[in-house]
Each structure stands twice: as C-alpha cells, then as structure tokens.
C-alpha cells in the first residue's frame, strides 16, 4: 500500500510561483511513475505533469512553466508551478502507479491540496 501527503498549496499571486510536494511512504518514488492531476469544479480530472522511468512529459497548457523533480533520498515530488494564471488555481492530486510481476495495475492518490488567487 502506498501512501501519498502532499503539501504546498495555498494562496498564490497572478504571475507568481509555487512549489508542491508529494511524499510517498510504502514504495519508492523511483519504482514507480509519479504524476499530478488537477480538477476544477465539475469538471474532469486532468494529467498536469508525469514522470516514468525518468522521462517527465507535461501537459500542453502546462509545458514551459511547471517542472518536475524527484528526490529519491526524501521519497518526494516536487512540481514547481511558475507564472501561474487563472485556469491553474484548481485542486491539485498526486497520483502514483505501478504493475506489479502478476501484471496487476496499482494506483493511488493523494488527498488533494488547493491553489487560489489572492487579490
């Protein structure tokens, strides 16, 4: 079973950067392919950024301004979100997964942090 506790949303100026965490317990981030997930209000989850085998591929409305980084020694995420705009202050998920040697898919989420505007 894996566990996932992220942290670092918040309120956060238009323009302006943030830095989450995702710190997983119960299997390294390494084994596994580590995501982000975004959801605004009654709309979809949506992939934001995922990192697999050391390859990162990021969404198109996300590409130049979020990066991914993997600390390996603290078992951690870290998107970092740059020059945030409007559409970015949703509900944000970490999400990880693997298959194990039986071929079985394993998935599991985080409990969500927030990002908003403040005026």
């Known amino acids: 079973q894996v566990q996932l506790a992220e942290s670092g949303g918040g309120l956060v100026q238009a323009g302006g950067s943030l830095r989450l965490s995702c710190a997983a317990s119960?299997?390294?981030?390494?084994?596994?392919?580590m995501g982000w997930y975004r959801q605004a209000p009654g709309k979809q989850r949506e992939l934001v950024a995922i990192?697999?085998?050391?390859?990162?591929t990021y969404a198109d409305t996300v590409k130049g301004r979020f990066t991914h980084s993997m600390d390996n020694a603290k078992n951690t995420l870290f998107p970092q979100m740059n020059i945030l705009k409007p559409d970015d202050t949703v509900v944000y998920y970490c999400?990880?997964?693997?298959?194990?040697?039986?071929?079985?898919?394993?998935?599991?989420w985080g409990q969500g942090t927030q990002v908003t505007f403040s005026s």
């Open positions: 990192t697999d085998g050391g390859s990162t």
């Open positions: 999400n990880s997964s693997y298959i194990n040697s039986d071929a079985t898919k394993y998935e599991f």
């Open positions: 119960g299997r390294t981030v390494s084994s596994q392919a």
